[in-house]
């Protein structure tokens, strides 16, 4: 048997954009991905913060070091900058590994800038440096 986990998660990421004239998905920061270890073009759910929205599309990398979270197409509707966002991306799991699973999370502050809390990542010293802490 097998159980569906939550794989990765980005905590308190703040909308820098709407784009409406797009087909569709969640653009983000690729330094972001690389962090939580969310992968371009995986299925992911989205909670807003700030109005109660839940939605799902697929995360797009944004160019590094830009600290984007950006709505696109249909999702632009459900938030606007400076709505904060729950990001979460899950795995299936078989059950018997469940008990020691652990999500790789990170919650973040100031637009996506200074890490606040870092669970569970591979993320490198050089790929840490470029966050403020």
């Given at each position: 048997?097998?159980?569906?986990?939550?794989?990765?998660?980005?905590?308190?990421?703040?909308?820098?954009?709407?784009?409406?004239d797009?087909?569709?998905?969640?653009?983000?920061?690729?330094?972001?991905?690389?962090?939580?270890?969310?992968?371009?073009?995986?299925?992911?759910?989205?909670?807003?913060?700030?109005?109660?929205?839940?939605?799902?599309?697929?995360?797009?990398?944004?160019?590094?070091?830009?600290?984007?979270?950006?709505?696109?197409?249909?999702?632009?509707?459900?938030?606007?900058?400076?709505?904060?966002?729950v990001?979460?991306?899950?795995?299936?799991?078989?059950?018997?590994?469940?008990?020691?699973?652990?999500?790789?999370?990170?919650?973040?502050?100031?637009?996506?800038?200074?890490?606040?809390?870092?669970?569970?990542?591979?993320?490198?010293?050089?790929?840490l440096?470029?966050?403020?802490?």
């Amino acid at each position: 048997m097998f159980v569906h986990l939550l794989r990765t998660k980005l905590l308190r990421a703040e909308v820098t954009g709407a784009r409406l004239d797009y087909e569709g998905s969640l653009a983000i920061d690729r330094e972001l991905l690389d962090l939580v270890g969310m992968l371009p073009y995986e299925r992911i759910l989205i909670g807003n913060l700030t109005n109660g929205q839940r939605f799902e599309t697929y995360a797009i990398p944004a160019p590094a070091g830009t600290r984007e979270i950006c709505l696109n197409g249909a999702t632009a509707h459900l938030g606007q900058p400076g709505d904060l966002l729950v990001v979460m991306s899950f795995a299936e799991v078989p059950a018997a590994d469940a008990p020691a699973w652990k999500p790789r999370t990170v919650t973040l502050a100031d637009r996506n800038r200074r890490i606040v809390r870092l669970e569970n990542t591979a993320a490198t010293p050089a790929l840490l440096s470029t966050f403020q802490r």
